[in-house]
């Protein structure tokens, strides 16, 4: 899976509580992608990073917020997550944003909010 | 705005028949196309894209698609159907007008099922 890990794989929480997803890298990939899975919606955009420390907001990036300190990491967290929430969260890679470069993906993380 | 749509929720193709699974988009310009698997419980994997030059584009294990521009289409074609491609396919576009992004717009998503 192009060198790419997720942690955890699977979690439960409650509503409301704080939760941190984190895709790690060993592709040296200047850009980093969260993506939500849903069912009848494929896979939407959250938050993306073009480099270390800049970062931006996709289109369901609402209730979320995300953090690269490394070029390796990019954290997406949850401040208070809601049942809404639940989903099935994917990391993705690219060399750079040209429209020829190709997206690789994590293995995912299952999230569910009780 | 930049479109995708996958017209069939499901497909079901007997073991050893050509199947074929659809994708039509709507872009603004040259459109940049892109097919992924997604097996269970699995992350997507890349399976072929379209750029520019031939409009058939072929791929990773076996699979081709024929990218069609009078008809705005992208299917996903492989002449002879294996039950282990019984799978999630989705039909993404690369979105050219959020700046420098990079995002893809997919589809839905498409069962693909093939059966012994």
């Known amino acids: 899976d192009a060198g790419i890990t997720q942690s955890p794989r699977h979690k439960v929480t409650e509503t409301g509580t704080p939760v941190t997803l984190r895709c790690h890298q060993t592709?040296?990939?200047?850009?980093m992608y969260w993506y939500r899975q849903d069912p009848g919606h494929g896979l939407r955009l959250i938050h993306y990073?073009?480099?270390?420390?800049?970062?931006d907001k996709g289109e369901v990036s609402d209730g979320y917020s995300v953090s690269r300190s490394k070029t390796e990491d990019f954290l997406l967290t949850l401040e208070s997550a809601t049942s809404s929430q639940t989903s099935v969260y994917f990391c993705?890679?690219?060399?750079?944003?040209?429209?020829?470069?190709?997206?690789?993906f994590g293995p995912g993380t299952r999230l569910t909010v009780l | 705005a930049q479109s995708v749509a996958q017209p069939e929720d499901q497909v079901n193709v007997a073991e050893g028949n050509p199947l074929t699974v659809k994708c039509t988009y709507s872009?603004?310009?040259?459109?940049?196309l892109f097919w992924y698997v997604q097996y269970p419980n699995r992350g997507l994997q890349f399976l072929l894209k379209?750029?520019?030059?031939?409009?058939l584009v072929k791929g990773s294990y076996g699979f081709e698609a024929e990218f069609n521009k009078s008809q705005t289409s992208f299917h996903l074609k492989k002449p002879s159907a294996l039950v282990s491609d019984s799978a999630l396919y989705f039909c993404?576009?690369?979105?050219?007008?959020?700046?420098?992004?990079?995002?893809?717009?997919f589809g839905q998503g498409t069962t693909l099922q093939v059966k012994p």
């Open positions: 993705a890679i690219s060399e750079d944003s040209h429209s020829t470069d190709t997206q690789y």
């Open positions: 592709e040296n990939h200047r850009y």
């Open positions: 993404a576009v690369r979105d050219r007008g959020s700046g420098n992004t990079g995002k893809l717009i």
């Open positions: 379209y750029i520019t030059g031939d409009n």
């Open positions: 990073s073009y480099g270390v420390k800049d970062t």
């Open positions: 872009v603004s310009g040259n459109p940049y």
